[in-house]
């Protein structure tokens, strides 16, 4: 009797997770003599617990059910950890799965290290040529492709529409009446305008492009994290916060930006698709129609959100390529990334799926896309994923007033430096 799919649970150690992975010498499967897929392959998921990844470990389970000589051994592991655990075992080549779900900022990292198999050429890429160009964008290194595109994402201002009904304001178009209708959602409310992450610098993105930044140039390999738009753009978060416009938080600030908004402590919050199904669990939202969504607000030189996303790559150390190819194009083709999208209003990568019954007139996909479709891209280098570790020590102290504006972009640029052997 054959086992069906094998789920570990979210605080899994990885020294468990070792004893099921496709890196181990004891994996094995490829392809019968009649060409049918068989043995075992682990998937490292990195959605979200409790709204996302059923969804996930369910359409996997779907693969099982075409391919029965295959067990699918589903790994969650939290997204915070993934980078560093799959790097930790790909290198002692123990303990790697043949699959993971991969950020798109940590695709050519990976790549860089000899980590991802190339895809070019395999049945991973099935109908390669649907992809959304950006989508495709963040999959490629050297000249070759190491990931298939399996979602896509930007941000926007999640706002609770009777909150602003109360309050007598109108959806802010930029940070100026970003800060005018909190203030006044305080005054005729009491409940602060807007809650801005402050324990991860990616929420910041939006206020570095909004001020005509960014956090490198790679075309001329020059840091510009640390030049006069990115100083403007810390001095903006600083203001929104000790104004009163925006609360933040130094520690756990998913848990509690979900937690305020949800409960209807505070009116805004800024976001992405993937946090819309857990939000719709909050009390505020028991009625879907109260979430709205806009754009990020403008800052003094531009408007925009950075384009996200995950990928699906595979170990180049598998002892299962065929199976973890054909899982891969099955995680992420036509027919997987409509269900994703309709149950978990998360954006595909396909072109051909946003015609599709149930995608075509999703709410939610039909405002992220023109969001997505002007998203600012990422550098795709090697060391795009570890920019953010120097960036949030200080952007965080910048808003719990530890250091200045100037200070905190100074650090920033100098620790980018170091890490970028040779750049400006």
Not at 69 to 79: A, L, M, R
Not at 118 to 144: I, M, N, V, W
Not at 204 to 231: C, I, M, P, R
Not at 236 to 257: F, I, P, Y
Request: proline share 5%; glycine share 10%; with cysteine.
């Amino acid at each position: 009797m054959r086992r069906g799919i094998t789920a570990t649970a979210l605080a899994v150690t990885l020294a468990l997770a070792v004893t099921a992975c496709g890196g181990d010498d004891t994996s094995d499967g490829g392809k019968s003599a009649g060409g049918e897929l068989s043995g075992k392959v682990t998937w490292w998921d990195t959605s979200t617990v409790g709204s996302e990844d059923k969804v996930f470990e369910q359409l996997a389970e779907g693969f099982e059910k075409l391919h029965p000589k295959v067990d699918v051994v589903y790994v969650n592991v939290p997204f915070g950890d993934a980078q560093n655990k799959f790097k930790n075992a790909a290198q002692a080549d123990s303990g790697a799965p043949d699959v993971i779900r991969s950020e798109v900022a940590w695709t050519p990292e990976f790549a860089d290290l000899g980590y991802l198999a190339p895809l070019d050429g395999t049945p991973a890429l099935k109908d390669e040529k649907d992809f959304l160009p950006q989508a495709a964008a963040s999959t490629r290194y050297a000249d070759k492709t190491y990931a298939v595109p399996q979602v896509i994402d930007s941000m926007g201002i999640f706002y609770n529409k009777k909150i602003f009904k109360e309050a007598g304001v109108e959806v802010p178009a930029s940070v100026d009446e970003l800060k005018a209708t909190a203030k006044t959602i305080k005054s005729k409310t009491g409940k602060t305008g807007l809650y801005l992450r402050g324990d991860d610098a990616y929420w910041f993105l939006s206020f570095l492009y909004g001020e005509g930044g960014n956090l490198v140039d790679a075309d001329s390999k020059t840091v510009t994290v640390d030049n006069a738009a990115g100083v403007k753009a810390l001095t903006v978060v600083k203001d929104l916060v000790d104004s009163g416009a925006a609360q933040t938080d130094a520690t756990d600030g998913w848990e509690n930006m979900q937690a305020a908004f949800k409960d209807g402590k505070v009116a805004m919050m800024i976001n992405g698709p993937w946090a819309v199904t857990d939000t719709y669990g909050g009390a505020q939202f028991k009625d879907r129609a109260n979430l709205g969504i806009a754009p990020v607000p403008a800052g003094s030189a531009a408007q925009g959100a950075p384009q996200g996303g995950h990928n699906l790559a595979v170990y180049a150390g598998s002892k299962n390529l065929d199976a973890s190819y054909a899982f891969t194009e099955y995680m992420t083709s036509a027919e997987s990334q409509t269900q994703v999208a309709q149950k978990l209003s998360l954006l595909p990568t396909r072109t051909s799926v946003y015609t599709r019954p149930g995608v075509a007139d999703n709410e939610i996909v039909g405002f992220f896309k023109p969001v997505v479709d002007k998203a600012v891209e990422r550098p795709w280098i090697p060391e795009t994923g570890s920019l953010f570790a120097p960036l949030v020590t200080e952007y965080t102290k910048v808003l719990t007033g530890q250091t200045t504006p100037e200070k905190g972009a100074s650090a920033t640029g100098d620790a980018y430096r170091k890490l970028l052997k040779g750049w400006k």
